[in-house]
């Protein structure tokens, strides 16, 4: 019984140890056998072929060991009968990687029959250069005009023995576009770090949005040694403001509102807008007329459309309120209320007669002379004359006048010293026709000459006096 039972269970040994090394053999990795050169700092890409060698449809999962510096693309796959699919690994040793041999085992396992297969993939690290950037440092990551970006490129020399010329160029971009660039040059010794600080202040003119950082570390030779990214933000900020200007005359106002974006967007498609007294719109001439104009109770609102304003541009909207048609109409409405005023106020001379019209009948002529003023008027000298057709009567019932006879008749003349405000005098004289008249004697004006208080001579008329003569 022991002997049965011993062979038994060795049978079932050697069975399962058939059947382990057919799974076993159920996957194949193919890789290359020769050991690959790596160099730090860069991206490596190796393609990996994996078979599944077994008789049924199988799903693998795949890992890598060590874990450092490797990334695989795909961690597993189902593969039908004898089928080879594909993954790649992707190794980027960092720049201050130290130079050797470097190991890597890739496992494929079998998920339905928990096995696996294994290789080994050969690397060999070479440095390309000893020089390199090991950060870029940034003040903050979110900025407002105003503030200053302070962008700190760190250097760092692993050489034990040997110092290096380096050049360091910085480089602000948004959209691809530079905005900003430093430029520095200096020597590194050997096992030693070095931080650059560059520093730009922003204000309205940098548009809000993302921007990029460059930062690239060149040899004397201008061969890029590294380069290194980095990201920061300058916050949107919406600013328009308004500054209205008035320029005052008699005829005219001219009102200039410009209108500037201190913010660092582009502002587009708003609205200005002006409130006047509803009586303004007659005398409204604006430089840019406005999309509307809207009238609310006793005011009127009229509106701009402004399409599009980019950071620090201006806009001006200029429009005058013309005053000239309502001065010239106030002016002559006051001239004509002063010469109104000055006719009645002005002193007055009014010719009349009284009597016929007949030879060798007297007629009297009145002059009567009235100062409307409310001020004295001096030197008065009043003058009248009488045509050839009839003489003057040398009898004078008021002051008595020169008397100068000419060729074309007889002319009186009366002197008044003063004539006070309101007073009133007549002068009067008489003429006799010398023949008989026949329709109209027609008596011209008389005049007085007159001096303010100021000393201004002033002449004033009456009117022309008519007396009928006989009629046929």
Same mark, same amino acid.
């Given at each position: ?68 510096? !490797? ?18 690994? /992707? ?41 390199? @950037? ?20 760190? $250097? ?21 576009? $530079? ?18 600080? =560059? ?6 003119? =940098? ?56 913010? =660092? ?6 609205? /200005? ?24 109770? =006793?005011? !009127? ?41 000055? @006719? ?37 000298? /009043? ?90």
């Amino acid at each position: 019984m022991n002997t049965k039972f011993i062979i038994t269970v060795s049978s079932l040994f050697i069975i399962l140890l058939l059947i382990d090394s057919v799974h076993a053999q159920n996957v194949e990795i193919i890789s290359p056998e020769k050991t690959i050169i790596l160099y730090t700092g860069k991206s490596n890409s190796l393609e990996i072929l994996v078979r599944n060698k077994g008789e049924k449809r199988d799903t693998f999962y795949f890992s890598v060991w060590p874990t450092y510096w !490797i990334n695989l693309e795909k961690y597993w796959m189902t593969l039908r009968p004898d089928e080879v699919g594909n993954t790649s690994i /992707v190794i980027e040793p960092p720049i201050d990687a130290e130079e050797g041999m470097v190991v890597y085992t890739i496992t494929a396992r079998s998920i339905d029959y928990n096995v696996s297969s294994s290789r080994e993939i050969n690397f060999k690290i070479l440095r390309t250069t000893s020089v390199f @950037l090991s950060e870029v440092k940034i003040n903050k990551q979110i900025f407002r005009p105003g503030e200053t970006v302070t962008i700190q490129p760190v $250097i760092t020399n692993i050489n034990r023995k040997e110092s290096a010329e380096v050049f360091v160029t910085t480089k602000i971009l948004r959209d691809n576009s $530079i905005v900003k660039k430093f430029e520095d040059g200096f020597s590194i010794s050997p096992a030693s770090v070095e931080t650059l600080t =560059n520093s730009f202040g922003l204000d309205i003119r =940098n548009i809000a949005g993302e921007y990029e950082v460059y930062v690239a570390l060149k040899n004397e030779l201008n061969k890029v040694l590294d380069e290194k990214t980095i990201n920061f933000e300058i916050e949107t900020i919406h600013k328009v403001d308004e500054e209205k200007k008035t320029v005052n005359s008699v005829l005219y106002s001219i009102v200039t509102i410009k209108i500037t974006n201190n913010g =660092n967007v582009v502002e587009s498609d708003f609205y /200005v807008t002006e409130s006047l007294p509803l009586i303004s719109k007659n005398f409204f001439y604006p430089e840019i007329e406005p999309i509307q104009q809207e009238e609310k109770g =006793n005011r !009127i609102v009229y509106t701009w459309l402004i399409k599009k304003l980019a950071p620090t541009e201006s806009i001006t909207i200029t429009y005058q309120l013309r005053f000239t048609n309502l001065v010239l109409v106030s002016c002559l409405l006051i001239i004509i209320i002063v010469w109104v005023v000055w @006719l009645f106020f002005r002193p007055q001379l009014r010719k009349s007669y009284m009597g016929l019209l007949a030879e060798g009948r007297e007629i009297t002529i009145s002059l009567n002379l009235k100062n409307r003023q409310r001020k004295t008027i001096k030197d008065i000298i /009043v003058h009248d004359s009488v045509p050839p057709l009839a003489a003057v009567v040398k009898k004078f019932d008021t002051l008595v006048p020169s008397l100068k006879r000419k060729v074309s008749g007889t002319e009186l003349t009366w002197k008044i010293k003063e004539l006070r405000a309101k007073e009133e005098r007549v002068l009067t004289y008489r003429i006799k026709p010398t023949i008989d008249i026949l329709g109209k004697l027609k008596l011209p004006k008389a005049h007085v000459i007159y001096k303010t208080k100021k000393g201004k001579k002033r002449r004033i008329l009456s009117k022309t006096v008519s007396i009928m003569g006989k009629v046929k």
